[in-house]
């Protein structure tokens, strides 16, 4: 499942404690939240000003501590 359809599926409390989880850095946080409200890759690096691959590389290291939680059972796939 792509990432920004799986967010946009949480409810605020799964999201919230889904953030804490991350431990998400300064710059990871925007693209977390706007990917949570379902904005393109290009939406959100319009309104976050930053290129597009930029935004890829945020998502891949937000989708890699994802992952991380998932393979150590904090969270289920």
């Known amino acids: 499942m792509r990432l920004g359809k799986y967010l ?3 409810t ?3 999201l919230e404690e889904l953030r804490e ?3 998400l850095s300064d710059d990871e946080y ?7 409200h379902g904005r393109s890759k ?3 690096a319009d309104r976050c000003k930053i290129c597009v691959s930029t ?3 945020r998502i891949r ?3 890699n501590k994802l992952e991380r939680l998932q393979n ?5 796939g």
């Open 8 to 10: 946009s599926s949480l």
């Open 12 to 14: 605020k409390p799964e």
């Open 21 to 23: 989880l991350l431990n």
């Open 30 to 36: 925007p693209i977390f939240d706007e990917l949570s």
């Open 42 to 44: 290009v939406c959100i």
């Open 55 to 57: 935004v890829d590389n």
């Open 61 to 63: 290291a937000i989708r």
């Open 72 to 76: 150590g059972g904090v969270i289920g």
